[in-house]
């Protein structure tokens, strides 16, 4: 679910498919600047309700580190 809701939301960001976005896609191929990184950190924290740290936002590179740091900060609040 996260992973897939990732997926979603960059592709909207960026007007692209979801397919051609994988776990090893940096931010920077997909275009995404420290501004756009900090939309889509607003709209994942929306949509999948949870906070997300300062130092999160810094340490994202990938789609995948996107993803993993997620499902860690969900099994923190469970």
């Not at 810094?58 to 993803?67: C, R, S, Y």
């Amino acid at each position: 679910m996260i992973e897939d809701t990732v997926l979603e939301l960059i592709a909207k960001e960026r007007k692209i498919s979801s397919e051609e976005i994988n776990m090893h896609t940096s931010l920077d191929e997909l275009g995404i600047d420290s501004l756009g990184a900090l939309t889509l950190l607003f709209e994942i924290e929306d949509r999948l309700e949870v906070d997300i740290p300062d130092e999160f936002a810094k340490t994202m590179e990938t789609v995948g580190d996107i993803v993993d740091g997620l499902k860690e900060l969900k099994n923190e609040s469970s």
